[in-house]
């Protein structure tokens, strides 16, 4: 690789805590137990540090989406959980077997401390209920003793924080674009300001300048509220500008987890580098926009536009 490497991620949220763990897979095997069972995740163990944002990237089939739903425990049949383990480290230092909560439990779990924008979210909502109805029954479910008041500017302020307008508070979900609908999705996961984030394919219905923008805030709120992000795409290159670590998942294993930079310069894993090798834009100028805000790919300086 040449001169115009990436800015690559690696920002002041997850510097020097490397040891303060928010999460940790344990040799986790997930198998759909169809006709010919498929072990769609198969022995992944890795360690989510608080702060951090960990890129998830790997082809389409590869057991992304299926690990989310697993640390979610969100999994139905023919899923099964076949082997391995899932701990939460809590703020206060309190360890949580994900594995063994209750119902109960892991209701007031969800969102609360780990909350997750599904691929496809903009189909998540509930097409009954305005905005802020889905809003309030989420953070009154968590905190029932929140006044009106609290619930409404709360509400407002996590519109604003993904770029809507809160007087779309008012709205049905099929009254939004699905751009729009994404970010109300992205806002309520922000909600109740978890420890962990996990965006399954957030961004795909946004256009790219919308994207960046929303990246941009989840980068700097992660710096601000010091929670961890496990962030799924196909898109190697973002991952590579937003992530502090990369892990690339083959067929249900985790084949290679490293910093994004060493990922970038020297990837250990053939898949891996195939993968960076199958993104020109990787071997062009690609800047750290969303960190930084400046955008360094200018049209008149990027690889794209000289080729
Ligand atoms: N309900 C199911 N029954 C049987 N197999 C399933 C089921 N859901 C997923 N699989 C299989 O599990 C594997 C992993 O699927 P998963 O959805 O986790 O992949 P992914 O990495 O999220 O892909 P994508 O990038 O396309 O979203 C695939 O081989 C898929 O066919
Ligand atoms: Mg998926």
Known sequence: MTTTAPVLGGGPGAAGRASDAVLTIDHLTVVYEVDQPVTAVKDASLTLHRGEILGLA???????????????????????????????????????????????QLRAFRWDKLSMVFQGAMNALNPVTTV???????????????SRAAVRARSEEVLER????????????????????????????????????IMDEPTTALDVVVQREILREIVRLRDELDFAVVFITHDLPLLLEISDRIAVMLAGEI??????????????HPYTRRLLGSFPSLSGARGGFIRTGVDETSPAESTEAQA
């Open 255 to 268: 084949v290679e987890l490293d910093t994004a930079d060493r990922l970038y310069r020297a990837a250990q």
């Open 132 to 146: 802020r109805a889905q809003l309030r029954d989420t953070l009154l479910a968590h905190r029932p003793g929140m």
């Open 162 to 197: 993904v770029g809507v307008d809160p007087r779309r508070l008012g709205s049905y979900p099929h009254e939004l674009s699905g751009g729009m609908r994404q970010r109300v999705m992205i806002a309520m996961a922000m909600l109740l300001e978890p420890q962990i984030m």
């Open 58 to 104: 790997g082809e389409s089939g590869c057991g992304k989406t299926t690990l989310a739903y697993a640390v979610n425990r969100l999994h139905r049949p023919p899923a099964r959980i076949a082997a391995g383990s899932i701990t939460f480290h809590d703020r206060g230092g309190q360890d949580v077997d994900v594995l063994a909560l209750t119902d109960a």
